[in-house]
T-cell receptor, first 114, second 111 residues
Framework: AQSVTQPDIHITVSEGASLELRCNYSYGATPYLFWYVQSPGQGLQLLLKYFSGDTLVQGIKGFEAEFKRSQSSFNLRKPSVHWSDAAEYFCAVAPPSGTYKYIFGTGTRLKVLA | ETGVTQSPTHLIKTRGQQVTLRCSSQSGHNTVSWYQQALGQGPQFIFQYYREEENGRGNFPPRFSGLQFPNYSSELNVNALELDDSALYLC??????????FGPGTRLTVL
């Protein structure tokens, strides 16, 4: 079955500390991979995506993610967290062809301590 | 460039009623997808429309239906509302780049 797992439901970090959010997926072939961020009461904003090529991808707001095929993982990282990064983060996969539907993980809620 | 817009922002209905949610896709996008996000969960795919035809459906009953118009805007209709239909409904538009651009969502509460 196709699925996305985000093992950490909540993460708390201090402002200025580094951050890593985990994402593992189960899929028949290598899917397209995404990270989205959702602030309270808001829609989803795309942080970054991986389709092919360089396995380390850069996104907006200083985020990056690394695709590891052998581990079926696509972890999100940021070297120094800002208070404004507090939000919910969703990892998602989509097929590279056919009906374009996302499968989302259950999300990781990030809290940032001042 | 205008982003994806959705209306209304919030909606309160009672069980058994019907509701219509609306989405205007981003300029140049011919594909619209709808997602249901229950509280504390990730979004779940409802269905997708491409050039006015349904192009894939998730595990939702037939009382969830939709339309896409020639200008690529879309509607989501839900009949015979149930309490479990309470959720944030998200619309996403995309084109050949297969990157979903999400709207702010419609918060539906069923009493």
């Amino acid at each position: 079955a196709q699925s996305v797992t985000q093992p950490d439901i909540h993460i708390t970090v201090s402002e200025g500390a580094s951050l890593e959010l985990r994402c593992n997926y189960s899929y028949g072939a290598t899917p397209y991979l995404f990270w989205y961020v959702q602030s309270p009461g808001q829609g989803l904003q795309l942080l970054l995506k991986y389709f092919s090529g360089d396995t380390l991808v850069q996104g907006i707001k200083g985020f990056e993610a690394e695709f590891k095929r052998s581990q079926s993982s696509f972890n999100l990282r940021k070297p120094s967290v800002h208070w404004s990064d507090a939000a919910e983060y969703f990892c998602a996969v989509a097929p590279p062809s056919g009906t374009y539907k996302y499968i989302f993980g259950t999300g990781t809620r990030l809290k940032v301590l001042a | 460039e205008t982003g994806v817009t959705q209306s209304p922002t919030h909606l309160i209905k009672t069980r058994g009623q019907q509701v219509t949610l609306r989405c205007s896709s981003q300029s140049g996008h011919n594909t619209v997808s709808w997602y249901q996000q229950a509280l504390g969960q990730g979004p779940q795919f409802i269905f997708q429309y491409y050039r006015e035809e349904e192009n894939g459906r998730g595990n939702f009953p037939p009382r969830f239906s939709g339309l896409q118009f020639p200008n690529y805007s879309s509607e989501l209709n839900v009949n015979a509302l149930e309490l479990d239909d309470s959720a944030l409904y998200l619309c996403a538009s995309s084109n050949s780049d297969r990157e979903g651009h999400f709207g702010p969502g419609t918060r539906l509460t069923v009493l």
